[in-house]
């Protein structure tokens, strides 16, 4: 039976509660065997395919794969003709090749891919969270500077130049994120950046916006950047930093830091931190 204290507060009632929540994984979901064997058997055709660097075979690949994806058009139609225009990379812009800064031999071999991506997206097929994820993850191998193993990339994701792009092993790319590589970003191993997020790497002159600024972005590792929110060029996010729903990080978030707000601050210091971590928080918060 629990005691009172002077106050007449039970003693029970004053300790700490700790909550045990559940820790969930990601549930190993397949589609029916038939289907996964042709979903597999076309991702490695073109696999094999996306291994010649040609930016004219690399369109015609891509040409041929949209058709399939989005069906035949009926013949003659200036309808169907303006569609099947579309479908070629090469009749195609996309708003990074207007950057003065891009280099444009390394963005057209990635273009027709980066198209690809966009318009597999924006398919029947591009909400199938299974196959999603093994296109995506395949055409990042050969899209991003470097993509690591055990990458998640949702559906909505859109890059810069690709190149410029280093995504470490066992990240998650939620929904409809802009990793605007202009600069460079490093995601960093087991980081996460969550829905609608942004991540920068160039920054424009107050006072000439045509005078651009590229610098290198870093998440993590086992960083977060949650919904909504925006991480400027320049900026590292340390080890386990997370930057809260809706914040701007215009400034380094230090490790184990949790920063919210515009501009964000520190809120907090996760509990994990080591205790050099949490001294440092609350010296600088006592000043």
Known sequence: MATLNSAGVSELARRPV?????????????????????????????DREFRNPDPDHRCAVVREALRELYGQPNEGALAARVREHNFDPRNVTLEPEYYGDVDANKYAERKPLIYLWMMFDRSPAGLNHWLGYRVRHMLARHVFKHCGNNVKIFHGVEVSFGYNLTVEDNCVIHKYVLLDDRGEIII????SISDYANVYSHAHDLNDG????NQRTEIGPRARVTYHATVLSGVKVGEHGMVGSMGVASKDVPDYHIVGGIPAKTLKVKTIAPPEAQQRAAAEKSR
Not at 18 to 35: F, G, H, I, K, S
Not at 188 to 191: P, R
Not at 210 to 213: G, L
Request: no cysteine.
């Open 188 to 191: 960093h191993e087991g980081s």
């Open 210 to 213: 045509m005078i651009v600024t």
């Open 18 to 46: 700790t909550l045990l929540m559940p820790r969930y994984e990601y549930r190993n979901l397949r589609p029916t065997a038939a289907a996964e064997a042709d979903f597999l058997k076309w991702i490695e055709a073109l």
